[in-house]
């Protein structure tokens, strides 16, 4: 099994604070997808990345690929609290999805 | 965008009783769906996968007599919870593989399950 490490596993900012998320394995992934997930309800996706060394936007949050394809980061940039919740990375290796351990973020106003 | 209906989202009942959670890709054809356990604040920890027409692939330390999976049809994976105990609450997601949009992959709202 494939192991994804995801830290940090908590974080508690103040509106306004930027916050960066990694996620690190030791294993080759053909992509690697984001998700952010609200008690009580499944994951929904944010981002999927492909190609090594890729940088995808989505409004304030940011997100990179490693170029060995074996690590990404999620960076937010002026947090809202709107923003918190779980955020999850997985890595897809085929025909499974392998869930690093989620970071659970709290944006207090 | 491509939708998986997950029911019952709520579910409690009593120990020993058999408990059915169906996943189902409304608007494509899902040939492979993944079952995953969730814990209060933890991530997912997938259970099994399920290919349309054949057994399912359970993970390791996963009882495979006590979480049946079937996925009769393209559209629809059921898991069942047999003789269901309190160890056995927990949040059960499900996800299917939708090849036609690039093999993205669409969760269930869930499904959290109570053993008294």
Redesign the interface.
Same mark, same amino acid.
């Given at each position: %099994?494939q192991l994804l490490e @995801?830290s940090p596993q908590f974080l508690s900012i103040q509106e306004g604070e930027n916050l960066t998320v990694y996620c690190n394995s030791s294993s080759v992934f053909s992509s690697l @997808?984001w998700?952010r997930q609200e008690p &009580?309800? &499944?994951?929904? !996706?944010l981002v %999927?990345v492909v190609t090594g060394g890729e940088v995808k936007k989505l409004k304030r949050l940011t997100f990179q690929f490693g170029d060995a394809r074996k690590d990404s980061s999620l960076h937010i940039t002026a947090a809202q609290p709107g923003d918190t919740g779980?955020y999850?990375c997985a890595g897809?290796a085929g025909?499974? !999805? %392998?869930? &690093?351990?989620?970071t659970?973020l709290m944006v207090k106003p | 965008g491509a939708v998986v209906s997950q029911h019952p989202s709520w579910v409690i009942c009593k120990s020993g009783t058999s408990v059915k959670i169906e996943c189902r890709s409304l608007d494509f054809q899902a040939t492979t769906m993944f079952w995953y356990r969730q814990f209060p604040k933890q991530s997912l920890m997938l259970m099994a996968t399920s290919n349309e027409g054949s057994k399912a692939t359970y993970e390791q330390g996963v009882e495979k007599d006590k979480f049946l999976i079937n996925h009769a049809s393209l559209t629809l994976s059921t898991l069942t919870v047999t003789s269901a105990h309190p160890e056995d609450s927990s949040f059960y997601i499900c996800s299917a593989r939708d090849r036609g949009l690039g093999e993205k992959l669409f969760f269930g709202s869930g499904t959290q399950l109570s053993v008294l």
């Open positions: %099994t @995801q @997808q998700y &009580g309800e &499944g994951p929904v !996706l %999927t779980l999850l897809d025909n499974m !999805l %392998t869930f &690093g351990g989620g659970r | -």
